[in-house]
C-alpha cells in the first residue's frame, strides 16, 4: 500500500455505523485513514419517513461521530454532492459499497472514488452470483440460497448435515400464541437510555417541521432501538440470554398485548451496520451448543439471518434495478389516505388498526403483521407495488431499499411473478384468527365472507383468486385453493360485495 492509499479519506455511510467498517482487518480502509460522513437534508425531503426513522438513523449517524472524534469529518449539507464538494473537492475517497442501486449509481459517477468491497454481510455478491447462475433457472429460492450459506459457514452443522437432522425446522415454529395468554411472558426487550445528542436531533427534526423544509409521518417517542454499537451489543446479549429461548416456537404469532413476543428487535441494528450478521448467528449457535437454548429457536433465528435477511440483500443486487419495476399480476390500485397516514381510522378491521397503531407508534412490527396483515391486505386490495414498497421503506425504523424492494414486489406482492418465491403470502382470517388474538374483538367474523360481518381478509382471499384464476391455477401450491372456487355458491355475490369495498 502506498502512503497516498493509506491517508485517502474514506466514506461512511449512514448505514455504514459499525467497526467492521473501519477495521482495516476486515476489508476497511487503512488504519491511519480519516473518515468523512455526511448529513444529507436532502434525503428527508425525498421521502415522507416515519418520525422515529428520522430519529434513529441521525441518532445513530451523530453518536458514530462523537465516537470517533477528530478521525472524522462530519458535514452538514443540502445534498450528499454539496458534502463532498464542501469536504473533499477533488481529493480521492474510498467507501464500502452502499446499500441501494441511487446510491451506488452516484458514487459510482464521482470520478475521485474507489468502491471497496461491501460489508455487513455473509456472502460476497461474485459469490452469489456464481451460485446463483450456476442453477440455470431464472427462479431463486432461499431455502436452496439457506442450506448452501449453512454448509458454507458451517452454521448449525453436524459434519456435512444440518444440526439435527433437518435443515428447516419452520414446522416447529408455527405455534399459535398460548391460548387465553395476553403475553409471552418474557424479559422485556432492550431499551436504550436517551442522551443529548437524541434531544438534539429532535430540536432540529422539530425546526425542520416548522420551517416547511420536511414533514414526518408517526410518531417519535423516546427512541426504542440502539443507536450506537454498544447499545447493539447491549440489545444482542439480553436476546441470546434472556429471549433466544422463546423465540422460535412463537415467531409467527400475534399477541394484542405483546408486541414484540420474543422477537430480536435486532434488524435496525444490523441495517445500520450497528452489528455484524456473523457475530449474531454466532452467539445464537453457541447458546445452542451450550445447551441454554432449544435447536428450533437457534435455527429459526439463524434462518433469518443468514437465510432471509442475506437472501434479499444478494437479489437485489442480481436481479438489478429494474426489478422493482415488476407489477405481473398488473396491480394498479393506490394507496388510500388512511393507510399511508398510519390512521387505522379509516378501516374496522381490527387486526389493521391494531397493526398500523403499532407502526405509527414504534415505526416497527415483527415479520407476521408486515407479510400477512398490512402486505396481504395490500395484494388483495391490488395496491400499486410501487407505492407498496415505497410506504414500507418510509414507515419501518428498519426499512432500506434493499431490504423492501425483494420483500415487497417479489414476497408480500408476488409482482415478480414466482422469481424468488414459490406462492403469493396471503389468506382468509382464519390464518389471521389461528395466530393471533385479533379477530375476537372485531366487527367482522374470519368464517363469513358474504354480508355485515364478511371478513376483509376472507372475501379479499377469494376475490383475489378469482381475479387471477388463470395464473394462479397452473401453481402448485395456489392450484387446490384455487379449485375452491367453484364449490361457492355465492361467488357472484362475493365479488359485488368486494368491488364495493372501501375499507
Not at 422515529?52 to 441518532?59: F, M, Q, T
Request: glycine share 8%; net charge neutral; hydrophobic share 35%.
Amino acid at each position: 500500500m502506498t502512503v497516498d492509499e493509506a491517508v485517502t479519506t474514506h466514506w461512511l455511510f449512514g448505514d455504514q455505523l459499525g467497526p467492521h467498517f473501519t477495521d482495516p482487518a476486515r476489508g476497511g480502509p487503512h488504519h491511519a485513514a480519516p473518515l468523512l460522513m455526511i448529513e444529507a437534508r436532502s434525503v428527508f425531503r425525498r421521502r415522507r419517513f416515519h418520525r422515529a426513522k428520522a430519529h434513529l438513523i441521525l441518532s445513530a449517524m451523530r453518536h458514530r461521530a462523537a465516537e470517533l472524534g477528530d478521525r472524522v469529518r462530519y458535514v452538514k449539507a443540502d445534498t450528499y454532492r454539496q458534502g463532498v464538494r464542501e469536504a473533499m473537492g477533488d481529493r480521492p475517497l474510498t467507501v464500502c459499497h452502499p446499500t441501494s442501486h441511487a446510491a451506488r449509481a452516484f458514487v459510482d459517477r464521482l470520478p475521485s472514488v474507489r468502491v471497496l468491497p461491501a460489508r455487513g454481510f455473509l456472502v460476497a455478491h461474485d459469490e452469489f452470483r456464481t451460485w446463483a447462475d450456476g442453477r440455470g433457472t431464472k427462479h431463486l429460492r432461499q431455502e436452496d440460497f439457506y442450506r448452501w450459506v449453512r454448509a458454507t459457514h458451517d452454521l448449525l452443522m453436524a459434519g456435512d448435515q444440518p444440526a439435527g437432522g433437518r435443515w428447516n425446522l419452520d414446522h416447529d415454529n408455527r405455534q399459535p400464541p398460548p391460548r387465553g395468554a395476553s403475553e409471552l411472558g418474557v424479559p422485556a426487550p432492550y431499551r436504550p437510555h436517551e442522551s443529548d445528542i437524541d434531544a438534539e436531533v429532535r430540536a432540529d427534526l422539530d425546526r425542520w417541521v416548522r420551517e416547511g423544509d420536511v414533514d414526518f409521518v408517526g410518531e417519535d417517542a423516546p427512541r426504542r432501538f440502539p443507536a450506537t454499537r454498544r447499545e447493539a451489543l447491549a440489545a444482542l446479549r439480553r436476546f441470546v440470554d434472556h429471549r433466544l429461548a422463546t423465540f422460535g416456537a412463537y415467531e409467527d404469532a400475534i399477541l394484542a398485548d405483546d408486541a414484540t413476543m420474543s422477537h430480536s428487535l435486532l434488524s435496525s441494528s444490523l441495517n445500520l451496520g450497528l452489528l455484524d450478521p456473523a457475530e449474531c448467528v454466532e452467539r445464537a449457535e453457541a447458546r445452542w451448543r451450550s445447551g441454554d437454548v432449544p435447536l428450533n429457536s437457534a435455527e429459526g433465528f439463524v434462518r433469518q439471518i443468514a437465510g432471509w435477511r442475506e437472501f434479499v440483500w444478494q437479489v437485489y443486487w442480481y436481479f438489478g434495478p429494474e426489478y422493482r419495476k415488476n407489477n405481473t399480476l398488473r396491480h394498479r390500485g393506490p394507496l388510500p389516505d388512511w393507510f399511508t397516514e398510519l390512521s387505522p381510522e379509516g378501516t374496522d378491521a381490527n387486526c389493521v388498526t391494531h397493526v398500523l397503531d403499532q407502526v405509527r407508534e414504534t415505526g416497527w412490527t415483527h415479520h407476521i403483521p408486515r407479510l400477512m396483515i398490512l402486505g396481504s391486505l395490500a395484494l388483495q386490495r391490488g395496491w400499486d407495488p410501487g407505492a407498496v414498497t415505497d410506504w414500507f421503506h418510509r414507515s419501518f425504523v428498519d426499512g432500506y431499499d434493499w431490504v423492501m424492494v425483494p420483500n415487497v414486489v417479489g414476497m408480500s406482492q408476488y409482482a415478480d411473478g414466482g422469481r424468488m418465491t414459490t406462492k403469493p403470502y396471503t389468506s382468509g382470517g382464519a390464518y389471521i384468527d389461528r395466530m393471533s388474538d385479533l379477530c375476537g374483538p372485531c366487527r367482522y367474523k374470519p368464517s363469513v365472507r358474504v354480508g355485515e360481518d364478511a371478513c376483509p381478509f376472507t372475501a379479499g382471499y377469494w376475490n383475489l383468486l378469482h381475479r387471477h384464476r388463470d395464473r394462479f391455477e397452473h401453481n402448485a401450491r395456489m392450484s387446490q385453493a384455487v379449485r375452491g372456487l367453484d364449490r361457492l355458491t355465492d361467488l357472484d355475490e362475493l365479488l359485488e360485495q368486494e368491488s364495493r369495498r372501501r375499507d
